[in-house]
Structures are given as C-alpha cells and as structure tokens.
C-alpha cells in the first residue's frame, strides 16, 4: 500500500489539493474548477513517480495521466500558491 495521501479542500474560489506523506506535505495544486481536481491529483503522483516516492500507484497515475485532456480552468502550482 503507498504511503502517500491526497487530500481536496476548497479554499475560497479555489480547490486545493496537497499530496502528503504522513504528516508531511509533499506538494500543492489549485484549480479554478472542481471537475480539474482530477487532472491536479494525477500530475502531482505524476512528479511524485519522476522524482521523489516511486510505487506502483505512482506509475499508475502516469499512464492514465498521458489520457488525459487539458484542465478545463485556471491551475495553479505550488510555487504559485506560496507567492
């Protein structure tokens, strides 16, 4: 079973993801809609199996993510969110 956990929180006109390990928050990501969540959920396991924590979910997540569209709104990635 992975370790790693993604929590949704909707912070005033934005959904926030964080991919945590434990207590840890490994990264963040907001969209503008609710149906991009997904999308944010995929590329944050997505940079997590290039760099960081590899496992099977993780590479799971790469596979269906090159499946994917393009987010239908605003994305916003941590270094944006930090500003």
């Not at 590899?54 to 941590?78: C, L, M």
Request: aromatic fraction near 10%; charge should be neutral.
């Amino acid at each position: 079973m992975s370790e790693l956990d993604i929590r949704v929180t909707k912070i005033d006109h934005r959904w926030h993801a964080r991919l945590l390990k434990g207590d840890v928050v490994l990264d963040e990501m907001a969209c503008e809609y609710q149906q991009d969540i997904g999308w944010i959920c995929r590329e944050m396991m997505r940079w997590a199996d290039k760099g960081f924590d590899q496992d099977q979910f993780t590479a799971a997540s790469r596979e269906r993510h090159n499946e994917d569209g393009r987010p239908v709104g605003k994305i916003w990635y941590q270094n944006k969110l930090r500003k």
